[in-house]
């Protein structure tokens, strides 16, 4: 009796197509870096020795890294229900805000109970500001693509009026808000350096959404809303509730990565604190695959990017724009990847042989 031969290619291609990704962006970042002068050796030498090998750049790494996993966390736990959070960027906004005003207006308690209330308030302004678009979906069928993408001007407007009005510092040359109490600080956890607890508090996020999402009933229903929410209904499941859950949950995921940004790194609320992280947490859920593991490494390697940016342009005489557009060209070309596998699926390719 012949059995069908599981092809390899399916299932390496999810493993593969990050990967092939990342090295074709970075082969056409070194095109770029060499028709400016320039050598992409170098460059990539200067880039990475920084920010992985170098003690004071790879805390600068983990610095970065903290916010962006924490929001591909948000991200990629909507798509894992079939929803597309491009509200990331806000939720961070009002994620800091919400740990601000703990860490301002309920002075001294000490720090274990103060730090992590104040990363509570982040999680739940953030998963307010998630869950609003969450209901907008299941209750009036209104796009989340749409409305999570305009909660972030609201956000970044409403973060911006506060900080320049009532939250301001009295004679602060800038709009930036007053210092948070010590007992709501993030600890540094590489010494000399601004590396903080963030990383950590991402880290136990990823193994807290890895056991609900492979181990929870909860997870099963998220997963089976995401696959087929018509058969999910039938099968006695929620698909409203379980969008408006999931959106709020994605929502505190990325309020948490603002809370670690106030919290860990700035002390205080300013204008425009997140340089993007939000837009970058988009590619580094799409690229992970949907894999929490992916998240993990695609955080880090985004986050060595940014890092070690500056060091490249002062070292190598390369302009930070081309690590922008190493991120942006990653992004192309899983976007590529996805096409093309759609397509050989269409055709046939990757069917099982006889």
Known sequence: ?????????????????????????????AILIAFSGNNPVTAYTVLFNESLTNYYGFGSTLTKTA?????????????????FNIGAEGQIYMGG??????GLYLPGLPAWIHLPLALLGGFLFGGIWGGIPGYLKAVRGV????????????????????????LIEPGAPSPYSPLLAKTSWLPII???????AGILVGLIAAIVLWVM?????????????????????????????????VMALAGGLAGLAGASEVLGLRHRLFDQFSPGYGYDAIAIAFLSRGNIAGVVATSLFFG??????????RSANVPVTVVYAIQ??????????FALERKFKFQGFFKPQM
């Not at 916010?67 to 929803?83: N, R, S």
């Not at 590489?190 to 903080?196: C, D, I, K, S, V």
């Not at 060595?304 to 342009?313: E, F, I, K, Y």
């Open 328 to 337: 942006g060209l990653t992004v192309l070309f899983i976007a590529i990847s």
């Open 304 to 313: 060595a990017l940014r890092s070690g940016a500056n060091v490249m342009q």
């Open 67 to 83: 916010p962006l996993l924490l929001a591909g966390f948000g991200v990629l736990v909507a798509l894992k229900a079939g929803q």
């Open 213 to 245: 999402l492979a181990r929870s009933p909860l997870g099963y229903q998220i997963a089976a809303v995401g696959m087929n929410p018509t058969a999910a209904r039938y099968a006695g499941m929620s698909v409203r509730r379980t969008i408006i859950l």
């Open 190 to 196: 590489l010494p000399e350096t601004q590396a903080h």
């Open 97 to 102: 805000l919400g740990s601000t005003l703990v």
């Open 143 to 166: 796009n989340e693509v749409i409305t999570t993408l305009l909660l972030n001007y609201v956000a970044l407007n409403l973060v911006g009026y506060l900080v320049q009005q009532p």
């Open 1 to 29: 009796m012949m059995t069908k031969k599981q092809p390899i290619l399916p299932i390496l291609l999810p493993i593969l197509s990050p990967i092939v990704a990342i090295v074709s962006a970075l082969l056409v970042g």
